[in-house]
């Protein structure tokens, strides 16, 4: 069974750090591409960043230079630096394998200015 746990949320001021965590289990995270969505209040979810199992990473524009992806066994991080109030938003990551689509319950991120 796949799971996906988020966790490392919460509020921070702008110019701040957070680092979200997303605990798998259920896969082979190493053969996965991963993924880390974000959805602000009233916005439609967005990519993030992501990680292929090749390691190769990949961001949005919004992001580049302050966010990194990474994977440790079985969990996925996202550091976030120099937070933005537009950084506001519950992330949540996602796998997709083909036996399904799935979904972790998000983290909320707060950042005040």
């Known amino acids: 069974q796949v799971q996906l746990v988020e966790s490392g949320g919460g509020l921070v001021q702008a110019g701040g750090s957070l680092r979200l965590s997303c605990a798998t289990s259920g896969i082979m995270l190493s053969r996965s591409t991963i993924t880390w969505y974000r959805q602000a209040p009233g916005k439609q979810r967005e990519l993030v960043a992501q990680?292929?199992?090749?390691?190769i990473s990949n961001y949005a524009d919004s992001v580049k230079g302050r966010f990194t992806i990474s994977r440790v066994a079985s969990t996925v991080y996202l550091q976030m630096n120099s937070l933005k109030s537009e950084d506001t938003g519950t992330y949540y990551c996602?796998?997709?394998?083909?036996?399904?689509?799935?979904w972790g319950q998000g983290t909320q991120v707060v950042v005040s200015s």
């Open positions: 996602n796998i997709r394998l083909i036996g399904g689509n799935y």
């Open positions: 990680l292929t199992p090749g390691s």
